[in-house]
DNA sequence: GTCTATAGCGGGATAGAC
DNA sequence: GTCTATCCCGCTATAGAC
């Protein structure tokens, strides 16, 4: 009936990811102890190490799998259409997917400077790669005329940080729906590359 | 000749604040010690106890000062003109304002859970102080039908977020200067809330 | 796979001499 | 005002029993 006692790899794995996802969203990387995580999960610290080899490493492969993830559904979006329509994909899965990832966001953002230099360099070049996304969006649509930007490499960093924004303040029970929002800041980032 | 040695209030005062400043925006707070903090300055680490109680007080002071700096500055901006105008010159104040202080901007977003409660109200609230400034010129805007902006909060929000975006990538040596810079944004800034 | 126990280190903060 | 020395605590990671 019941398992035999002290063998859980399956459940105990993603439980110490969400409870690391958990904890150092809210207290930062480096104020969070591998005893926290541990307690969160309902273990002793030493059966961590059974899930990852150090700290580190547990912080990585948090990021890893959210810009792996990120990729991939922008992968599966549809590429098609005029550049406005595309811009406007871009837009709304942009807020769609981070929106209910709160967490994940917060730390692939604020945890830069606590990876490891390779790990670093890892990271960033997934993140390079999404950007690239819209900012072939934002160079099509400057070439054919649609836009007017100055600046691609400027209008696209400036586009994902004010949607990067959403996260800080958006609740769940706000005064506004999830679709009001993706349409106020369509309206805002339309704009803003016009012509 | 040379004043007594172990009485250096005014230059160790200011070294301690600058060495925290600095290292604190690189490791991030929970990640340096007050030895690291102390070894920067050239003291030990029980002399910086006599200026500052102890480590919390020394973070907060720092953001303390950052907005306080900030709400004096941009109380002496002109505040007349058109609402175009005052838009123009919030875009333009608080990017000047901001890029020379790539420190102080970022241990302000990354070290806001890092405060005590107490502390963090405090800060929070000259924050929102500061964003009305820019919330008032799009509400007199739209009433007076220069801006077309769907939610003003959003909108404010929106576009901060957009700006201080800018300090996470701007280089003082990259390819574009000052002027060019706060010209683009001020473009993007412009459209973004255009009729 | 999890536990207990611990090694080895570094943290914040204080005491008291100078 | 700064120093040295230290208290007491918590950290990451490992060892070995079960």
Redesign the interface.
Known sequence: MARKQGSHSDITGPKVQAAALRLIS???F??VSMRQIAAEVGVQAGALYNYTPDKQSLLFELMRNHMQDLLADWDQQDKSGTTLARLERFTRFHIRFNLPRADEVFISY?EL??LSPDNFAKIEQMRREYETGLEDILRDGEREGTFAV??VR??T??????L???N??YRDNGR?GLDE?E???W???R????V
């Open positions: 809210q207290h930062g480096a104020a604020m400077r606590n100055p600046d400027i209008a960093m400036a586009l994902i940080a004010m990067n924004g959403l800080s303040w506004l929002i349409t106020i800041y309206d805002l980032v704009k803003s590359v016009a």
